[in-house]
Nanobody
Framework: QVHLVESGGGSVQSGGSLRLSCAAS????????MGWFRQAPGKEREGVAA???????SYADSVKGRFTISQDNAKNTLYLQMNMLKPEDTAMYYC???????????????????WGQGTQVTVSS
């Protein structure tokens, strides 16, 4: 069973940085896509970034140039480095994994087959 656990959220001021981590276990797919989506209260979920098993990445336009997704395969850990944070980045951030959909699809839809419990990111102005 796929198990995803996020960490690293917190409260920062506008312009600050945070790095989210996602520890993954229980998957045996040789090809997959992992990534992040976020959801703020009263808003639709939004795909943020994704990385495929071949290393190719996709980003939402709203975070391009500010966020970087990466993975450490040896540690089965996914990261999201978030720089130049803005108040509109405030949301619950979820780690996701999908064995079928490519990165551009999960970023566009914010939909993954599996996801974790989330970690809160709050950016104050």
């Amino acid at each position: 069973q796929v198990h995803l656990v996020e960490s690293g959220g917190g409260s920062v001021q506008s312009g600050g940085s945070l790095r989210l981590s996602c520890a993954a276990s229980g998957y045996t797919y040789s090809r997959y896509c992992m990534g992040w989506f976020r959801q703020a209260p009263g808003k639709e979920r939004e795909g943020v970034a994704a990385i495929e098993s071949d290393g190719s990445t996709s980003y939402a336009d709203s975070v391009k140039g500010r966020f970087t997704i990466s993975q450490d395969n040896a540690k089965n850990t996914l990261y999201l480095q978030m720089n130049m944070l803005k108040p509109e980045d405030t949301a619950m951030y979820y780690c996701g994994l999908d064995p079928l959909r490519p990165g551009i699809v999960v970023v566009t839809t914010g939909r993954f087959a599996y996801w974790g419990q989330g970690t809160q990111v709050t950016v104050s102005s």
